[in-house]
């Protein structure tokens, strides 16, 4: 069973930068495709993006292209999102997810953490 861990998450202004972490215990990292969705109040989970095994392949939300970036260490069995050019509408609670394939449903998911961009 693996076990994520989100942190990183915060109080920044708009036009600033966060970086997520998302540690994984329990199990091997560079198994699984590392996804990252987020979740804003009221509305409904989407996707953000996310990265392959190897970490050579990466797919973004049309929201956050070129604004966001994915990667992992699986060395450090740690995957991370930078988050550059942020904008309110960005404020979300952000998840990450651990799943054995791309287009298939993660199964292991983080408890999420908090971003807020002020205006």
């Known amino acids: 069973q693996v076990q994520l861990v989100e942190s990183g998450g915060g109080l920044v202004q708009a036009g600033g930068s966060l970086r997520l972490s998302c540690a994984a215990s329990g199990g091997t990292l560079s198994n699984y495709v590392m996804h990252w969705f987020r979740q804003a109040p009221g509305k409904e989970r989407e996707f953000v993006g996310r990265i392959n095994w190897r970490g050579d392949s990466t797919r973004y939300a049309d929201s956050v292209k070129g604004r966001f970036t994915i990667s992992r260490d699986n060395a450090k069995n740690t995957g991370y999102l930078q988050m550059n050019s942020l904008k309110p509408e960005d404020t979300a609670i952000y998840y990450c997810?651990?799943?054995?394939?791309?287009?298939?449903?993660?199964?292991?998911w983080g408890q999420g953490t908090q971003v807020t961009v002020s205006s």
């Open positions: 997810a651990a799943g054995y394939s791309s287009i298939a449903v993660p199964a292991y």
